[in-house]
């Protein structure tokens, strides 16, 4: 009998931060209780700050950081080339934005465009943006939720991957909205990288297929 095929391994991933981190702690207590059932594995975490409680998860899960600050670089295409740089060496095969406050540019998405994912506390295309919980409340929404999408060029413009709908209360504040939002937005992102690893991914104009 043939022995079985060797098990693809893991989808490397590096996960960007500016924050708490709480995505990317989702993604690694995913790996850590499924293992390479999973599919993919965390392999380094950047950001562009530092002193942020997500670095500090990395650093607990004994993981390999790097910070890319802007301020650091002449210009903002310096900043972008070298964040780039930072991502390439660790051989991603996903990248993953979890709360990375931080348009990337172009040198950044001729590396990685079509493989790198951002979560966004909205059901875009409403209330893209850095406040887009805030914008939702404002504008009197119902409903709002979370959205996992490819990035490109634009502000929270590119393919949609999933989303999933969190009702808006009339005692909402932006805090407690955004709470509700992350509950959902964890569990959504652990799926939707655990799916894209295995499963593979195609992406035709704004439509992603997922076999
Ligand atoms: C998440 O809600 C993410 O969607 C949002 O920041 C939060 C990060 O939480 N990102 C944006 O607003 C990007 N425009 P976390 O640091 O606890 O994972």
Same mark, same amino acid.
């Given at each position: ?23 990317? @702690? ?36 004994? &993981? ?40 990337? /540019? ?10 790198? %994912? ?24 119902? %409903?709002? /939720? ?13 393919? =949609?991957?999933? @989303? ?12 407690? &909205?955004?709470?509700? =939002? ?11 990288? /655990? ?14 297929? =997922?076999?």
């Amino acid at each position: 009998m043939p022995l079985p095929a060797e098990p693809a391994a893991p989808a490397r991933v590096v996960v960007l931060v500016s924050g708490s981190g709480t995505n990317l @702690q989702a993604l690694l207590d995913a790996v850590a209780e499924r293992g390479p059932a999973y599919g993919a594995e965390v392999v380094a975490v950047g950001a562009d700050r530092s002193g942020i409680e997500g670095l500090a998860r990395a650093e607990r899960a004994g &993981l390999p950081t790097f910070v890319c600050r802007v301020r650091d670089y002449p210009t903002r295409e310096a900043w972008d080339a070298a964040l780039a740089e930072a991502v390439a060496e660790h051989r991603p095969d996903l990248v993953v934005s979890a709360g990375f406050m931080k348009i990337v /540019g172009a040198a950044f998405l001729a590396r990685f465009g079509g493989r790198f %994912v951002n979560t966004h506390p909205a059901l875009l295309p409403s209330f893209p943006g850095a406040h887009a919980v805030r914008d939702a409340l404002a504008h009197g929404a119902r %409903v709002t /939720g979370c959205t996992v999408h490819f990035v490109d060029a634009g502000v929270d413009s590119g393919p =949609i991957i999933a @989303q999933r709908a969190v009702e808006i209360r009339d005692t909402d504040d932006e805090a407690a &909205l955004h709470e509700r =939002i992350k509950d959902v937005e964890r569990g959504l992102l652990v799926e939707v990288v /655990g799916r894209l690893a295995r499963d593979g991914y195609s992406i035709e104009g704004r439509k992603v297929f =997922i076999p």
